[in-house]
């Protein structure tokens, strides 16, 4: 059982503040919320990765995902804007996707266009 991010996330690095909305889905070692920051009201896709369940293989894999996405600049995806941790979560901000998952889009399109 996965223990579920609070419900107020502070980035250590700079104090910014997000409140946890509603799960937006979850995968093999992650799961996605909806967080909104107290500032100015930005919302994201919080990818949240619990580090107690990280082994040491999927950790590596975790930091090289965090490494090629940053480095991706294209408007077909998804734009990474912020990473950091606390003592129990890796928190990978994302720009939520309205349109869902691309998985989701194949399966109502049965193509892409």
Do not use: W
Not at 10 to 34: H, I, W
Not at 35 to 57: C, F, I, M, N
Not at 74 to 82: G, T
Not at 92 to 107: A, Q, S
């Amino acid at each position: 059982m996965r223990t579920p991010p609070p419900l107020r996330i502070v980035d250590p690095n700079d104090g910014t503040e997000y409140m946890r909305k509603e799960m937006l889905g979850q995968g093999s070692f992650a799961e996605c919320y909806l967080v909104e920051s107290t500032t100015d009201r930005r919302r994201y896709a919080a990818k949240v990765v619990e580090k107690a369940h990280l082994k040491p293989k999927t950790k590596d894999r975790l930091y090289s995902e965090i490494k090629i996405h940053r480095s991706l600049h294209h408007p077909s995806v998804i734009r990474l804007d912020e990473v950091f941790e606390d003592a129990n979560f890796v928190y990978i901000l994302l720009e939520p996707c309205p349109h869902k998952t691309l998985l989701e889009m194949l399966r109502a399109r049965l193509h892409v266009s």
